[in-house]
């Protein structure tokens, strides 16, 4: 009797682990979608903010081209004028204008040259951040048709699962049920585990001798003390294998001990 309500978790033990890994994965579809989607939304504000470094970069270029053509226009004036002065005082007054204009204009000129530089690091950094944007945005997309082909196959899954469930579960105790199902989904899927050298296969605990023979008695439903699985008793192999090859021979000896004990 007992043994058929083992036979019978066990069943069940596979279609609620699988049921409930599809529950999981079902769940976690908009979790890792909407990680994508915020990835990509991230990319896209970064990706604005440093269009506008760009133009305000393109900007001071224009800036200071505008002053250098100013300040070159100056001095060529002044170069000119150069060719009409009379007096030592307008020559001197006129070349120092001359140099103050050409040390100007090798600043400005040093000035675009950084600007430019910054302006292509950020023409470069602009380029990687597109191409990341196009990849993640493929890979939305094919996820998002991927998901939707996978929820449907998942959906009839769990379908079929629920129908063979409802199958196996009527006649169990509703109590035991309830515990069992839980230990499933908390105890990643196994709710029913052997009893192998007095140990718990569920949680390798050593558990009570006597404990361990009401197991073996298999007169009612045994949970372990320490992880809550439903326990049954599994033979060990060495005690098998010596039962079957050698039971004739131990019996032989127990009742020699014992007669010889007796008497
Ligand atoms: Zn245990």
New binding site residues.
Partial sequence: MIQDIFVKLKTLQDILSSKYEIEREIQEIPKALSTKKEMLTRLKKSYLEKNSLLEEAKDRIKHLKFLLDEVEAQREMYEKQMDVITTQREYEALDKEIKTATERGQQFRKDIIREEKERDEIVFSLEQEEKMIHEQETELEEELEKIKNESAKKEDLLKELEEKESEIVPGLDEDILFKFERIIKNKSGLGI?PVKNSV??????M?PAQFENNVRKRDEIMF??????I?YYEEEMDEAVFNDEDSGSLADLVNADEINFDI
């Fill in positions: 585990v718990c296969t569920g949680c390798h605990m558990l372990c003390p320490y992880c809550s699985r326990l």
